[in-house]
């Protein structure tokens, strides 16, 4: 069975192999009657044109790897294996010449004919684009027109009047306009094809040169998030001078390109500008604070030439009468310079006040009660003609400031529309709680946003014109006539509430009135006020009995001798036992040599150790010796604005008999007192 399969499969595949070789055929050189003429000019023509054919799908295959943008590309193979069928047909036609190879010739011809079918076909198909080609004509038309607009794109690029350059994807300036060239004083073959890190300043380029690549993706990854605008960068010229500028920049990337195409603003000159009137106004800032500060000296050498005047001639008249015998006219004259002493201390407080630097002693305190409380010096400062309205006091909150300092305040508010008003009017005082966010506050820089109380105080007095409200808060700036206002109440005012966290705001327009109003921070109690009282621990010292003597024992430390020396003897007179020293270190000496001390008496702006960090070095010893704090101007040693306990303070200058009575009611009320002894 399998025998005769075989032997079937190579009856039929003799049977193929005579068809394709013509077994049985005559050759086609039989026709030509073997004409050995006839016969090579078949051959030698067949195999010429098979060979030209031949070389037609090489050229071909050429174009079609090196033109890959061909939209015909396809069409190029499909036409090289037609060419190369047809060449291997002429081949046959003189293989046929001596061998019947007719068989093989007409698989040939059929398969060329299949392949001649598909080209025409895709030709047809390709005809119209190949139809829409430019002819030579139009291509020279186009080019000599991209030319042109090249040019013009050129010429306009390089004469813009805009500085211009564009780098390649690598840094590397590819092109520049010539006020580019201007402004950086180069020449054309100077810049191009040099990578732009060459013309930043010296101090850069190690910096720049190092990662330009870097800097190069970085500026084209701004440009595309559209951050490149107004980029500040700095350019050396070529004559060494640094140049400030804006530059801006454009992508123009494709697929294997990047052209960054920059901007360049010079802003020098701008910068300069920038800079000299920056010094113009700190020139003029400064000579407004000299002319200020001109004012103020000036107001504090007429008000203090004028109290000295008197201190000093009641003091010659006292030195005159005892000389006379006359002593019962020493107190009148004594009085008169007492009250100018008094005088001097209120200016300076007000100053202080101004400066914000006076000590203030602040208490939290319902605003409506306070001014509740002095309606009856409000009514007698301003008389029987000016109405004064009480009626909106509306708040319910609490703030934490100096009440004297806020009655103050609002006495000097009052004194100012009574004198705004000669033929009577209305004065109001109102309060209202208000909440003031960040941009309720763009005119207050220093104002944190929050809650806060409003002490509103408005007349209907003469206003204000705008250059009046403009100095308003100024220290000696007054309207009024000579001799009837300091011009510091107002200032004594803005002071105090801007060292009390708040902040003022003046309305004011003429013939319409005046309203100040007075913002303060809402106070919210943390709860200490419940607390059990500080328990006053012994330590390592030795309580000492009450009995075991009078509690008059009291260490005086100043660092002026004759405030230290007048302080010492009057309390010597009062009968306390006084020891004193001229600084802290001197009176820690005292305070660790063992005495027994029932108070100390200080001054706060002491040299080296000031008069806090004195009383604190104190208490890690003796933690319950009582202080009283004495003071002209407390500078940053009481910036928390309170005092801890066991400290109270008393502002210079004082009578001494007023300082004999603190002194007595501190240690009325002061626990018992401590040896620095071992137990």
């Known amino acids: 069975m399998l025998g005769s399969l075989v032997d ?101 011809k059929v398969l060329t004919a ?24 139009q291509l020279r038309r186009v080019n000599t027109a991209l030319r042109q607009s090249e040019e013009r794109y050129r010429i306009s690029f390089e004469t813009s009047p805009v500085p211009l350059h564009i780098l390649d994807g ?50 084209v990854d701004r440009i595309e998030k559209g951050a490149a605008q107004d980029l500040e960068r700095y350019f050396r010229r070529k004559d060494g ?74 003091l010659n008249l006292i030195e005159r009468r005892v000389a006379q015998s006359r002593i019962e006219e020493v107190p009148q004259l004594a009085g008169m310079a007492r009250k100018s ?46 109405l004064l309205n009480l009626d909106a006091l509306n708040s319910k909150w609490k703030v934490l400031c100096d009440p004297n300092q806020l009655e103050s305040a609002l006495l000097n508010l009052a004194i100012n529309a009574r004198d705004a008003m000669p033929q009577g009017g209305s004065f109001s005082l109102a309060t209202k709680d208000v909440s003031f966010t960040t941009s309720d506050l763009s005119d207050q820089p220093d104002a944190e946003p929050g809650p806060y109380v409003e002490i509103s105080a408005s007349d209907t007095g003469e206003g204000m014109t705008n250059e ?57 109690s943390t709860g200490d006020a419940n607390l059990p009282e500080e328990d006053w621990t012994t330590g390592d010292l030795v309580l000492l009995d009450r009995a075991a003597g009078p509690r008059n024992r009291i260490l005086v430390v100043e660092d002026e001798a004759l405030v230290r020396a007048t302080i010492v003897e009057a309390l010597r007179e009062k009968g306390f036992v006084v020891e004193h020293a001229g600084d802290a270190t001197s009176g820690m000496g005292v305070v660790e040599s063992g005495s027994i001390i029932d108070l100390i008496v200080s001054d706060i702006g002491l040299p080296g150790m000031n008069g806090r960090q004195f009383a604190e070095a104190v208490h890690r010893k003796c933690p319950n010796i009582p202080f009283l704090f004495i003071t002209g101007y407390a500078g940053t040693a009481l910036l928390e604005n309170e005092l801890s306990k066991g400290m109270e303070i008393l502002i210079k200058p004082f009578d001494l008999s007023v300082l004999a009575a603190k002194v007595a009611a501190i240690l009325e009320n002061a626990p018992p007192s401590f040896a620095n002894r071992p137990a």
């Open 8 to 108: 079937n499969w190579n009856a039929r595949l003799n049977s193929l192999g005579d068809w394709l070789s013509g077994d049985g055929l005559t050759p086609h050189g039989f026709c030509l009657l073997w004409e050995p003429g006839l016969l090579w000019t078949y051959a030698i023509s067949d195999l010429s044109i098979a060979l030209a054919y031949f070389t037609i799908p090489a050229v071909l295959t050429v174009i079609a790897k090196k033109r890959r943008d061909l939209i015909f590309r396809p069409i190029l193979w499909l036409f090289a294996a037609f060419i190369l069928l047809c060449g291997t047909t002429h081949v046959l036609d003189v293989t046929t010449l001596w061998v019947p190879a007719y068989g093989l010739e007409a698989v040939l």
């Open 114 to 137: 299949i392949v001649s079918v598909a080209t025409a076909f895709a030709l047809w198909q390709l005809l119209p684009s190949v139809l829409a080609l430019p002819s030579p004509a």
């Open 170 to 219: 690598n840094g590397i300036i590819t092109a520049v306009s010539n006020s580019w060239l201007d402004l950086l004083g180069y020449e054309r073959d100077e810049v191009i094809g040099q990578p732009i890190t060459r013309f930043a300043p010296p101090e850069l380029q190690n910096f720049v040169f190092d990662d330009l690549h870097e800097r190069v993706r970085d500026l």
């Open 241 to 314: 001078a640094t140049l400030d500028t804006l530059l801006s920049a454009r992508l123009d990337a494709g697929e294997d390109y990047v052209c960054i195409v920059c901007v360049v603003i010079d802003i020098t000159a701008r910068r300069k500008a920038e800079a000299a009137l920056r010094n113009s106004e700190q020139r003029l800032h400064q000579a407004q604070k000299m002319e200020a500060l001109g004012q103020l000296t000036g107001g504090v050498a007429h008000d203090f030439n004028n109290l000295l005047q008197s201190i000093g001639g009641s």
């Open 341 to 386: 002493i008094d005088r001097a201390a209120g200016l300076i407080h007000r100053l202080l006040a101004f400066a914000r630097r006076q000590t203030l002693q602040p208490t939290p305190l319902d605003p409506d009660e306070l001014i509740k409380g002095i309606e009856p010096l409000l009514s007698r400062s301003m008389g029987p003609s000016i």
């Open 468 to 524: 009046v409200m403009a100095q308003a808060f100024e220290p000696f700036f007054t309207t009024k006539p000579l001799g009837q206002g300091t011009g510091l109440g107002l200032s004594q005012l803005h002071g105090f509430v801007k060292q009390s966290g708040g902040f003022v705001r003046l309305e004011s327009e003429p013939r319409s009135g005046t309203c100040v109003r007075i913002y303060l921070p809402q106070f919210v």
